[in-house]
T-cell receptor, first 116, second 114 residues
């Protein structure tokens, strides 16, 4: 089974802190994604990566950055956390390589981040 | 820009009923469509994936259909059980392989009464 793990289930940080959210997948997927989920707004894409060291902005990248130094790991960084970044953060991975993947996305358990 | 709509937003049914959840999307140029289940406070669990060339997929009591030309998908749940209570999300992947991220609907919150 595909497994996507996230470093924390719950996280509480102070305004202005630098926050790292880590995501690891064990299926050698080339694509990895960070979404945030908010009541009334649904799931929105923050960033995605289709290869090591490659990244692309999603719909709401402001205030976030990402890092992908190894294929299995994709980190989301909040450079200076703000209260409007309080949310549920979900990581996902998929493969779209011909003959190997069909872009079925698999999600981690989520990190509930509260910024005070 | 792709938009995905799910109707109804919430549904409450007695145990044993068959039910249909609806999903519509505005741009028919999709690569595939995926149905997910989400329990409160948890991540998403993939239920069914339908490729753009397929008409339906089945898994146990679940059957998902896709009519790409009309921009519609349905998730049919047979003989519902209290354990089916959750939020169900549909999401589409664009044909443009340069952007593989999903566009999600807002979900249908299902409650199955024992």
């Amino acid at each position: 089974d595909v497994k996507v793990t996230q470093s924390s289930r719950y996280l509480v940080k102070r305004t202005g802190e630098k926050v790292f959210l880590e995501c690891v997948q064990d299926m050698d997927h080339e694509n990895m994604f960070w979404y945030r989920q908010d009541p009334g707004l649904g799931l929105r894409l923050i960033y995605f990566s289709y290869d090591v060291k490659m990244k692309e902005k999603g719909d709401i990248p402001e205030g976030y950055s990402v890092s992908r130094e190894k294929k299995e790991r994709f980190s989301l960084i909040l450079e200076s956390a703000s209260t409007n970044q309080t949310s549920m953060y979900l990581c996902a991975s998929s493969s779209t390589l011909a003959g190997e993947g069909d872009n079925e996305q698999f999600f981690g358990p989520g990190t509930r981040l509260t910024v005070l | 820009k792709q938009e995905v709509t799910q109707i109804p937003a919430a549904l409450s049914v007695p145990e044993g009923e068959n039910l249909v959840l609806n999903c519509s999307f505005t741009d028919s140029a999709i690569y595939n469509l995926q149905w997910f289940r989400q329990d409160p406070g948890k991540g998403l669990t993939s239920l069914l994936l339908i490729q753009s060339s397929q008409r339906e997929q089945t898994s146990g009591r679940l059957n998902a259909s896709l009519d790409k030309s009309s921009g519609r998908s349905t998730l049919y749940i047979a003989a519902s059980q209290p354990g089916d209570s959750a939020t169900y999300l549909c999401a589409v992947s664009p044909m443009d392989t340069g952007r593989r991220a999903l566009t999600f609907g807002s979900g249908t919150r299902l409650q199955v009464q024992p």
